[in-house]
């Protein structure tokens, strides 16, 4: 398969890698969220563990982790109840963030194994995951499904960056505790906002 992973293809797949992961989803309002919040050093392990996080949930998808699902129904219904209360949970961290002065010293960002665990119940990354396999591994064969993922781990590095700078940048308009309230109430309602194709996907 490594073969017939041409130049167009692999073109073809990085556009489509780059397009998903830089687009407006739960990842990336959460990094603009710590950005703003934290600064870009402390926000770091939040960002490697998307951008390690995705692509090993890309891999194990792409490898057959979605039979385990199909084999049990259920589960379905329970990913989607964890999806809704995490991120429910996440919206309110956010929209109850500390002030920049007790920020430093009482709040926390989150951890590697946090962020690349949240992976699992992102709505999103499912989606991503689910399409990125279909288009560019649809044989399941190991070696494509390693391309896909190789090729998340190169994008998010990019995007996870992006979205962190522009969440420190955004500190130099959100010195009062005004202003940075408002601004984490306006990411927590988008944040709630990705929930709305999980929980009437007609709409999506």
């Given at each position: 398969?490594?073969?017939?992973?041409?130049?167009?293809l692999l073109?073809?797949?990085?556009?489509?890698?780059?397009?998903?992961?830089?687009?407006?989803?739960?990842?990336?309002?959460m990094?603009?969220?710590?950005?703003?919040?934290?600064?870009?050093?402390?926000t770091?392990?939040?960002m490697?563990?998307?951008g390690?996080?995705?692509?090993?949930?890309?891999?194990?998808?792409g490898?057959?982790?979605?039979?385990?699902?199909?084999?049990?129904?259920?589960?379905?219904?329970?990913?989607?109840?964890?999806?809704v209360?995490?991120?429910?949970?996440?919206?309110?961290?956010?929209?109850n963030?500390?002030?920049?002065?007790?920020?430093?010293?009482?709040?926390?960002?989150?951890?590697?194994?946090?962020?690349?665990?949240?992976?699992?119940?992102?709505?999103?990354?499912?989606?991503?995951?689910?399409?990125?396999?279909?288009?560019?591994?649809?044989s399941?064969?190991?070696?494509?499904?390693?391309?896909?993922?190789?090729?998340?781990?190169?994008v998010?590095v990019?995007?996870?960056?992006?979205?962190?700078?522009?969440g420190?940048q955004?500190?130099?308009?959100?010195?009062?505790?005004a202003?940075?309230?408002?601004?984490?109430?306006?990411?927590?309602?988008?944040?709630?906002?990705?929930?709305?194709p999980?929980?009437?996907?007609?709409?999506a």
């Amino acid at each position: 398969m490594v073969a017939t992973m041409t130049l167009n293809l692999l073109t073809a797949l990085f556009a489509f890698a780059f397009v998903t992961v830089i687009t407006p989803g739960p990842n990336n309002l959460m990094l603009m969220a710590s950005g703003a919040n934290f600064g870009f050093r402390r926000t770091i392990p939040h960002m490697l563990g998307i951008g390690l996080g995705f692509p090993s949930m890309v891999l194990l998808v792409g490898v057959g982790v979605m039979q385990l699902f199909d084999a049990w129904p259920p589960s379905y219904t329970i990913l989607k109840v964890l999806s809704v209360a995490y991120l429910l949970y996440l919206a309110w961290k956010i929209a109850n963030a500390a002030p920049p002065g007790r920020t430093e010293a009482t709040g926390r960002p989150l951890t590697f194994l946090q962020s690349a665990a949240f992976q699992w119940v992102n709505p999103k990354a499912w989606s991503m995951a689910l399409s990125a396999i279909t288009l560019y591994a649809a044989s399941r064969d190991l070696a494509a499904v390693l391309w896909v993922s190789g090729v998340y781990v190169c994008v998010s590095v990019a995007s996870t960056t992006s979205w962190t700078v522009l969440g420190q940048q955004m500190r130099r308009v959100l010195k009062s505790p005004a202003r940075l309230r408002a601004f984490n109430w306006v990411m927590a309602i988008l944040l709630l906002a990705t929930l709305i194709p999980v929980l009437w996907p007609g709409t999506a």
